[in-house]
């Protein structure tokens, strides 16, 4: 296992595409009026905007769920041959478009797209009432573009266009995460360092850490990671590809039932992830199992040393905890949270480190080998 920390990046890589953070990500879905009632209720997510037929805009409903500063819009397809319907029909439900939020939408979008990036729209504004927006979009992995997004000129619910809605359910007095932490994403075999090169070439990011090798393997099958992040590590998208195993790994599996690259999990940064993995659960969200043998071994506990909650908490909640030379984290995470096996979450509260849970690797692939060997895809 080599893990590469670039905590001090080259300023000038910094600076050729700054960024303020994730904007949004956008879900292509089935029936975006259900996932918005799932959101709000198994997420505790506030619903705050609306756009479709009723504002004039005939192929979509959209509703904007917010939980601190993590944005989701869930876009459903209102005829069969609205754009979009198509990326249903491949990919299930899945993330379309991880928004980054950037202070100059022109520089960035020339940037990128002389940097070698495939322009999907130009730089252009969206106006209304309450001011105006510049956004501009770019391919990456599959079928995933980034939006770049400058909002400082605009006090609107969310884009021109969408109005203001009463939430889904009561609002909660606390929320369960405040920010998306990482975006994960899946690519083919042999593909993951060309997208490597792609997001340190077009936008400047730095490969944060690497993971290959048996700690990141297990008697079954393998993959290969690496992290990318601008230079404040306020964006990071891990990158995984498969790896020559005994059976099918993890990301093949997501391969197959998504019908190519995609974003395989959102890390939602939590405060309290006790109390929030108690409230999802009693709301019905799913987590993976983790044995009681993880939380019994005494190396673990040796190598943890303390931590704000019980060893005994955790192990109730199936919460596993790692430390670096930074600190420690606790994380968690979801099965897939619709019938295809691919995008699920991870909830993370963190302690000073700065990494991704490394000790936590083998027990999480073999947590989730188990679900694969009940669905058939082992």
């Known amino acids: ?17 700054p960024v303020k953070g994730v904007d949004h990500l956008r879900f292509l879905v089935g029936n975006a009026r259900q996932a918005a009632h ?5 997420f505790g997510m506030k619903c705050v905007a609306y756009r479709g037929p009723e504002q004039g805009f005939r192929d979509h409903a959209e509703y904007v769920l917010v939980s601190g500063g993590a944005r989701f819009v869930l876009t459903g ?11 249903v029909t491949k990919h299930g439900d899945g993330i379309s478009d991880i928004a980054i939020e950037v202070p100059d939408v022109d520089a960035a979008y020339l940037h990128a797209t002389e940097s070698g990036a495939t322009g999907v729209t130009e730089p252009h504004d969206l106006k209304d009432e309450h001011g105006t927006v510049r956004l501009a979009s770019i391919a990456t992995y599959g079928d995933t573009v980034h ?14 266009g969408f109005v203001a809605r009463e939430p889904i359910v009561s609002v909660r007095p606390k929320r369960f995460f405040q920010a998306v932490d990482h975006v994960v994403g899946n690519v083919e075999l042999g593909k993951m360092d060309e997208w490597v090169e792609f997001y340190a ?15 990141i393997a297990t008697d079954y099958s393998a993959l290969m990671s690496k992290v990318v992040a601008d230079g404040t590590r306020k964006v990071k998208f891990p990158l995984n590809e498969p790896a020559v195993s005994a059976r099918k790994s993890q990301i093949d ?32 969200v799913e ?3 983790t044995p009681d043998s993880y939380y019994d071994d005494p190396e673990l506990r040796a190598r943890i040393g303390n931590v704000r909650a019980p060893i005994e908490e955790l192990k109730r909640r199936k919460i596993l905890v790692d430390r670096d030379e930074d600190g420690y984290l606790l994380q968690i995470f979801t099965k897939p949270v619709q019938d295809r096996p691919t995008v699920f979450f991870e909830l993370i509260e963190r302690h000073g480190s700065l990494g991704f849970g490394k000790g936590n690797f083998k027990a999480l692939f073999e947590a989730i080998e188990r679900e694969q060997e009940l669905r058939g895809n082992l």
Do not use: C
Not at 38 to 42: E, H, L, P, R
Not at 259 to 275: C, E, K, S
């Open 147 to 160: 939006t770049l997004i400058d909002r400082s000129g605009y006090d609107g619910p969310f884009l021109p």
């Open 77 to 87: 397809m209102v005829h069969a041959g609205a754009p979009g319907a198509e990326h």
């Open 1 to 17: 296992m080599n893990r590469r920390d670039a905590m001090e990046p080259e300023k000038s890589r910094a600076d050729v595409f």
């Open 38 to 42: 799932y959101y709000s209720t198994a």
């Open 201 to 215: 070439r077009v936008m400047g990011f730095t490969n944060m850490a690497e993971f290959i090798g048996d700690d």
């Open 253 to 284: 599996e997501y391969l197959e039932f998504y019908g190519g690259p995609g974003a395989q999990h959102v890390a939602l940064a939590t405060n309290d992830i006790l109390n929030t993995v108690d409230a999802m659960r009693g709301a019905g």
């Open 287 to 289: 987590f993976l199992d």
